[in-house]
């Protein structure tokens, strides 16, 4: 993982994120990270995209289909948006995109909160693996990788990358 540098990536996605911004026509979007290393990412991309609305904090965990093969942590974080999300464009952000699961998660819990006019998907590395048809608007890098591996965004700070062995069902 030493060929992926995180600020490379975190520019990138930022230029990305511009771009289709600007091709969207978006005025006022509000950005939303889905805890935890989603949040890390949104966090950094917040700042530096200039966005005026706090930004929103998603923890999908009741939401998630595979709580038999992933578990639940005893701590759930509550979320918080702390915007009006009807008729909002929403910067959904998250760490890494495999299968799909997380962003369907997250989905579901923002059109909890309303309906947004909205939503651009934002990811610092695709890879491969979807189960689910779900593509982000906008990534920092795409990447295939062995059976069995993953790619684990670890943090806060320093922000790093870590190739691990996937436990089953992940």
């Not at 949040?39 to 200039?50: D, F, P, S, T």
């Not at 609305?53 to 979320?79: A, K």
């Not at 909160?113 to 048809?133: F, H, K, T």
Request: proline content about 7%; some cysteine.
């Amino acid at each position: 993982m030493t060929d992926l540098d995180i600020n490379q990536l975190l520019d990138t996605l930022e230029a990305e994120l511009r771009r289709e911004i600007a091709a969207r026509g978006l005025a006022d979007p509000a950005m939303v990270g889905i805890l935890t290393g989603g949040v890390w990412i949104a966090q950094k991309l917040h700042e530096r995209l200039g966005l005026k609305d706090p930004l929103g904090l998603l923890n999908i965990s009741f939401y998630r289909d595979d709580f038999s093969q992933i578990g639940m942590h005893p701590q759930v974080t509550p979320s918080s948006l702390p915007f009006d999300v009807d008729g909002r464009d929403i910067l959904l952000i998250d760490d890494v995109l495999y299968t799909g699961r997380t962003i369907r998660a997250a989905l579901n819990e923002v059109f909890d909160y309303g309906r947004p006019a909205s939503v651009m998907l934002g990811v610092l590395i695709e890879r491969d693996g979807r189960q689910i048809p779900i593509r982000p608007d906008c990534c920092g890098a795409r990447l295939t990788l062995p059976p069995g591996q993953r790619i684990k965004l670890t943090g806060p700070e320093p922000l790093g990358l870590e190739l691990r062995e996937a436990a089953s069902g992940a």
